[in-house]
């Protein structure tokens, strides 16, 4: 089963607080590749990150950075010194190689509110 | 525009009613995907084209759904006989690609059913 658990449903913080959002997947497939994406109160999902499961390498993107642990098939997402524009709902997906669609397989989403 | 776009952003319709609702993709972009996301949780695979081809249909939840993309650019999606259970926001998605693209959304169609 493909499946992706993402078992914070709010989470609430005060602006500068370190966040991390959980993020957990379920797949047979040995080549996928894990993304977050970001919806903010306009509803448009906004992409964050993609990775390929070959390349655990954490990232780091200014305040957000990712790491990935294929050990325990987690793709937590970090953002440091949250701001009050990070209030959003995130969602983490998967996309199994297997297949010939590339359809995104989507979590519960996680509702941040970081208040001022 | 540069996005993808969605029209009508709202749609109210009566239980039994068909609806159609259609996407933009940004110019280009070989595949195009549809989502439905229900309130309050993640969006759900619906149905997958590669230009004007159906390659996947999995997620559509019956035969009252119906998607098309003649001509491998605009799709529209068709909901024959509205029910209460209808109701949620459609998303739609283009690609330059597949699978380890990434995927960019429009901002979808709010559809209530009365």
């Known amino acids: 089963a493909q499946k992706v658990t993402q078992a914070q449903t709010e989470i609430s913080v005060v602006e500068k607080e370190d966040v991390t959002l959980d993020c957990v997947y379920e797949t047979r497939d040995t080549t996928y590749y894990l993304f977050w994406y970001k919806q903010p109160p306009s509803g448009e999902l906004v992409f964050l990150i993609r990775r390929n499961s070959f390349d655990e390498q954490n990232e780091i993107s200014g305040r957000y950075s990712w790491n990935f642990q294929k050990s325990t098939s987690s793709f937590n997402f970090t953002i440091t010194a949250s701001q009050v524009v990070d209030s959003a709902v995130y969602f983490c997906?998967?996309?199994?190689?297997?297949?010939?669609?590339?359809?995104?397989?989507f979590g519960q989403g996680t509702t941040l509110q970081v208040k001022p | 525009g540069a996005g993808v776009s969605q029209s009508p952003r709202y749609k109210v319709a009566k239980r039994g009613q068909d609806v159609a609702l259609r996407c933009d993709p940004i110019s280009g972009h070989v595949s195009l995907f549809w989502y439905q996301q229900a309130l309050g949780q993640g969006p759900e695979f619906l149905t997958y084209f590669q230009n004007e081809a159906q390659l996947d249909k999995s997620g559509l939840p019956s035969d009252r759904f119906f998607a098309e993309r003649p001509e491998g650019s605009v799709s529209t999606l068709k909901i024959q006989r509205t029910q209460q259970e209808d109701s949620a926001v459609y998303l739609c998605?283009?690609?330059?690609?597949?699978?380890?693209?990434?995927?960019?959304f429009g901002p979808g169609t709010r559809l209530t059913v009365t």
């Open positions: 997906a998967l996309s199994p190689a297997s297949g010939n669609t590339g359809k995104l397989i």
């Open positions: 998605a283009s690609s330059p690609g597949t699978k380890r693209y990434e995927q960019y």
